[in-house]
């Protein structure tokens, strides 16, 4: 018995090769290849992430799917937060708390998502972020409060490695 093509059957495998220049040495995760979101701009206190939509994305109605606007506002608000200053160091976070508000939908082209880290102190941040369609209209945005990881506090970071 053979099976029927799959509707995705266009979109790129897990296992193909797909970097983030912005990120290297670093590899990107798993997570971020399932889902392909790149980093486009990083620096102190501000990044962005864009998306190109694949059928992956999108939910039952077509349109992107709420998970993915999160998954974007909780990582570029990480992001905003840990631009390192030494080359090929790094640093990380974990999300203490994320709120979310959709504001408008998407079910092609590429997502862009803005964050910026909004005050904090030695060992927790705050980032506002905003997720734009292609046309720049907002259709998702929230709030996150994050703590650096150990030997992260400071912008010169860690190894990667």
């Not at 506002?73 to 080359?87: E, K, L, R």
């Not at 974990?94 to 079910?107: C, D, M, P, R, Y």
Request: charged share 20%.
């Amino acid at each position: 018995m053979t099976m029927p093509p799959s509707p995705h059957d266009d979109e790129p495998n897990d296992l193909e090769p797909f970097a983030d220049p912005l990120l290297a040495p670093e590899q990107p995760s798993a997570f971020q290849r399932t889902i392909r979101y790149r980093l486009a701009e990083w620096k102190p206190d501000e990044a962005v992430l864009v998306l190109d939509l694949l059928p992956r994305h999108l939910n039952r109605g077509g349109v992107v799917h709420g998970g993915v606007l999160a998954t974007l506002i909780d990582t570029v608000g990480g992001f905003a937060g840990t631009f390192c200053t030494v080359p090929g160091n790094k640093r990380g976070t974990v999300t203490l708390s994320l709120t979310t508000s959709f504001l408008g939908q998407a079910s092609s082209g590429t997502l862009r998502a803005v964050g910026r880290r909004r005050g904090g102190g030695r060992k927790i941040f705050m980032a506002s972020c905003e997720v734009f369609d292609a046309e720049g209209n907002l259709i998702a945005m929230g709030e996150g409060t994050y703590r650096y990881r150990s030997g992260s506090e400071d912008p010169e970071g860690v190894p990667v490695g």
